[in-house]
């Protein structure tokens, strides 16, 4: 007994979903975190609320919304299909996209928090050293920030492995292109395949506790503390 | 008179409840101090001078180049100056070398090395290059910061209080360091602080600020004797006079120094002959007298001119006299008003200045 072909198959297309994911959010979520800490602007409460709405939404709900957007009629899907390249529902990349919203925040607030400690300080130290803001921000902000980029990821990357209500409403349950491990689970138990589900969700519960082990033992700053 | 060396800084600024407004013209050698209260707007004027401050419509020129005018603005990072804040802010993920080496490496020119070096032997850090940040105490932090500003060889140096956050022991361990770096720099240092003591030491000029603007602004020597300037009416008002070491008399100990206006003898100096030296003589510790009294146990006597009386209290006054040939040294004295009244001191009157007390300022 062990993982069956489509087991494995939902493994890796989580894996990938979460990857990719991560290392978007990791770049659209870094310019975002860098002004909801520094901005002083009235935009600032409205635009960090709304990322941090799937904190608090049910996922359905934002699923629902997302799928109307990348529909045919649409903005999302609107933009895509002039693009030439269709319309994202029950796509892997609809997914991502998808995903990319859903774990915004958990990406977006650790880098936030993680910005918003190092203070003006070591940026305008960096200034009259001749850094020009790029420079900057590679060579003072990331590596003094690593914690908080180190916990976005991690975080990015294991909210994504179990999200479920938002991938049922955007991706449905294809297998190999939308049906992730946390499908796959609810396939097995709506079947009674017990035995299955266990290994599967097992797996998870495992991959879980690694993962937030790792955060709270690997991570510089918690160990500095 | 506008050499092309000198600093002219314009800005206006107003916040809620602060307002900084201050055109001035600041000589292009020595350290400038800016004095004055917290909240006088001494560090925003230092920080719109290196950009970390945006006035919009302000003017700075440095040496004839323009740093910001009405149509374009120097980002910080384009500017040639050092910048020393209060606390040490070295980047605490490198160690001093690579501290010192950050900014280096982004000036272009080939005299980094040699200039790394300099900083390094001038603030005495050499031994501490390998270490982090956090393994430095207070003082040796600060002296790291200081040499990272002058590895960058600025046309400007630009210093935030750097001893306020230290205690008294790691100040007496810098100030030496900075007292070489005001004998030494050929550049303009502009310097904040609230410490009467570090003028004192360290400034050849003095912008005075208040409320947002500067109030006044000239060489040390005569702002702190200007009898309309709070300095002067101060308890521990002072005197700087700047002096040459003259000779040095073995047999009892003492050193002599002359400077236009007379010569001041005080307890043997460890310096060589021609070599300049700062005195610094508290008001209160100056006595007036008409004759030149030898009879008396006061060694340093000095003719001298009472140029203005201003009362102090209800039963003292501050005098200021003129030394030298023209009168041109300023020197404070403090003396009840009963003694101005009976030695009928008014302005223009020659009389004798007794000192009581020379001490050394370097």
Redesign the interface.
Known sequence: MGFSDADLAAIWLTLRLAGITTVLLLIIGTPIAWWLARTRSFWKGPIGAVVALPLVLPPTVLGFYLLLAMGPNGAIGQFTQWLGIGTLPFTFWGLVVASVFYSMPFVVQPIQNAVESLGERPLEAAATLRAGPWDTFFSVVLPLARPGFFTAAILGFAHTVGEFGVVLMIGGNIPGVTRVVSVQIYDHVEALEYAEAHWLAATMVIFSFLVLLALYTLNPAARRK | MTMSNDILARFNLHWPGFALGVDLTLPGRGVTALFGHSGSGKTTLLRCV???ERAPGGYLAVGGDVWQDGSHFL????RP???V?Q?A?????LSARRNLE??MK??RGAMGRTALEHAVDLLGIGALLDRRPDQLSGGERQRVAIA??LV?QPRLLLMDEPLAALDFKRKQEILPYLERLHDELEIPVLYVTHSPDEVAHLADHLVLMENGSARAAGPLSELMTRLDLPLARAEAAESIIETVVAGHDDNYNLSYLDFRGGRFAVGRLQRKIGKPARVRIHARDVSIALKEHRDSSIVNIIAAQVQELAPLNDWQMVVRLGLGPEATVPLLARITRRSADLLELIPGKQVFAQVKSVVLAD
Not at chain 2, 75 to 78: A, D, H
Not at chain 2, 89 to 93: A, G, I, K, T, V
């Open positions: 290196a950009g970390l980002p910080t990072y384009r100056l050092g910048y804040f606390e802010s070295l980047f605490p993920h950050y900014g982004r000036v990272r500003a960058l």
